[in-house]
């Protein structure tokens, strides 16, 4: 093992023996360095793996704090406590949706199906699959050629798969200047820049995407034109058409990331409007469960060569059962049983959190399933998160989203998917009582 790994091994022994608690501050690398008699980056991987592991969370100019002790499920108390709820990843399920998955997939235990779905499949995946996504995103009379999409394993996989096709090594990557974070992770491992450009409440702007370019040549452009993650931002329809008018002067492709579309799908996504310039990406994994999931992209003709390069040499094959999975639920109206039940529970959820975060400043769709949530002062983001992960809530800070040199504002996202509908009652009141509060009262003990 890594001599860092061991190091960082023995400060999570720190913080799961309670020698280390939720708000503590850890010293600053180059005094862990010294400390332990260790050059400074071998320190700067040990404070980066403990990030990784979600023990710690840092900003730039602020320092590292304990984040939480060892993730156990369970319920949030009044009281700190060493439950932990989970806020910060979301995965939305519905009481119904065993039963639904259930009867919809039992056909293809049948010997004879069950030995068709586990041979391999391609990124082309099938003729019935593709028809299924071409019907999951239709909207606005529009419906994409089922003869352009392509599969992977999950939506992460077709969204790296698509960067990689439009951004070779050393490009830039416009993108919102709060994005989606695996996409960092994403843009680190392909050698890509990612570029932050200014949004506003209707979303990207296509102005600064223009100011950008001229700057330096900008490869292509990811965005979240529905139900941005986190600001719950969906792009009006006049906007989309500036967006479309700006790729098309600057020659210029885009990836849309379309996995909570299924919760408003009024808006035609941007692919409708730019057809010839835009991959569509989505996946399962929100719409149905994340152990049942593919992804899949709707791929302009001229980019099907290099996605799909990119899907075979990256592994990144879907599941043949999955893709038989899916073509079954959605002819037995299974899919789109959950597509309703998910949004009711969705605005169900809006109505919990506007219920306890009336008052401060949050916004959210009452459509999706998180909350943009700046903080009153004198809170930061950081002592915030080390405060709730106290009363053992994990919230997510605004840096994770932050992309460059873009200055985060004092925020933080709620994920209101993945607790019961009473425990996220709870944990909401706990954390408007925290935001009531000042830091020095909250983690003085």
Not at 48 to 54: C, M
Not at 405 to 426: H, I, M
């Amino acid at each position: 093992m890594d001599d860092y790994r061991k190091l960082a091994d023995e400060v999570a022994a720190d913080i799961a023996a309670g020698r280390l608690r939720p708000g503590d501050r850890l010293p600053p690398q180059r005094d862990f360095a010294r400390r332990r008699g260790i050059a400074g980056s071998t320190a700067a991987r040990v404070y980066a793996e403990l990030t990784r592991r979600g023990l710690t969370v840092g900003e730039v100019g602020r320092g590292t704090f304990v984040r939480a002790s060892a993730r156990h499920p369970g319920t949030v108390l009044a009281e700190p406590a060493a439950t932990r709820i989970d806020l910060e990843l979301n995965h939305p399920l519905i009481p119904e949706q065993a039963r639904l998955l259930g009867e919809g997939i039992r056909p293809l235990l049948r010997p004879d199906l069950l030995e068709a779905s586990l041979r391999p499949v391609g990124a082309a995946g099938t003729a019935d699959a593709r028809e299924v996504v071409a019907d999951l995103l239709s909207r606005a009379r529009w419906r994409p050629d089922p003869a352009r999409v392509l599969f992977a394993g999950n939506g992460r996989q077709a969204i790296a798969a698509a960067v990689a096709a439009l951004a070779p090594p050393g490009s830039r990557l416009g993108v919102e200047e709060l994005t989606y974070p695996v996409l960092k992770t994403m843009a680190a491992r392909l050698g890509v820049t990612l570029v932050p450009l200014a949004a506003d409440e209707a979303g990207l702007v296509p102005g600064a995407v223009e100011a950008a370019a001229r700057r330096a040549p900008l490869k292509a452009l990811y965005l979240q034109p529905t139900l941005h993650n986190p600001l719950s931002v969906s792009m009006p329809v006049e906007r989309r058409a500036e967006l479309a008018d700006v790729l098309a002067r600057l020659d210029l492709p885009a990836v849309e990331d379309g996995v909570w579309s299924f919760l408003r799908p009024d808006p035609p996504p941007l692919a409708a409007v730019a057809p010839d310039r835009v991959i569509l990406v989505d996946s399962l994994s929100k719409r149905v469960a994340p152990g049942l999931t593919i992804g899949f992209a709707v791929v302009p003709e001229a980019a099907v060569p290099g996605v799909t390069a990119a899907l075979h040499s990256g592994g990144w094959a879907p599941s043949r059962f999955a893709l038989d999975a899916a073509a079954r639920l959605a002819a037995g109206g299974v899919l789109d049983a959950l597509g309703h039940g998910k949004r009711r529970d969705a605005e169900a959820r809006q109505k919990i959190a506007a219920r306890h975060l009336g008052g401060f400043a949050v916004r959210a769709d009452p459509r999706s399933y998180y909350c943009w949530w700046e903080l009153p002062p004198p809170w930061r983001a950081d002592t915030f998160v080390a405060a709730a992960a106290r009363h053992g809530i994990g919230v997510t800070p605004a840096a994770a989203f932050a992309v460059g040199d873009y200055r985060a504002p004092n925020a933080v996202r709620l994920g209101l998917a993945s607790p019961p509908a009473e425990t996220l009652e709870l944990a909401l009141a706990t954390l408007a009582r925290l935001a009531r509060s000042s830091p020095d009262e909250v983690l003085a003990d």
